[in-house]
């Protein structure tokens, strides 16, 4: 499907406005994105979870270091603290775009 500024249809959220945090980990090598969209961090560093793309992106999730939010490789991430047990799927909106 075309999914236009769209990463995925879907994604997992705590709850219903995707705004509560779902986990934390500790980022496991140094990640910079290829656009702004993407969150950038250094190994070692908090990221917090608030939601994650299910279909054709799996691999991406969403979420913050310090002020900034993006998209980042789950597989970058060392989960050590779960917020929520419960998952709720949910249409995407369009995906965060860069100015």
């Known amino acids: 499907p075309n999914l236009g500024r769209r990463f ?12 509560m945090l779902m986990c934390r980990g500790k980022a496991m090598r140094d990640f910079k994105g290829p656009d702004c969209r993407f969150v950038n961090f250094k190994k070692g560093e908090a990221v917090y979870v608030y939601y994650k793309l299910i279909g054709d992106s799996t691999e991406l999730w969403a979420g ?36």
Request: with cysteine; hydrophobic share 25%; glycine share 4%.
């Open 8 to 19: 995925a249809e879907r994604k997992r959220c705590a709850d219903l406005e995707c705004s």
């Open 64 to 99: 913050s270091v310090g002020s900034d939010f993006g998209y980042f490789p789950k597989d970058l991430l060392e989960i050590n603290h779960n917020y929520s047990s419960e998952e709720l799927e949910l249409p995407t909106d369009v995906s965060l775009t860069c100015s």
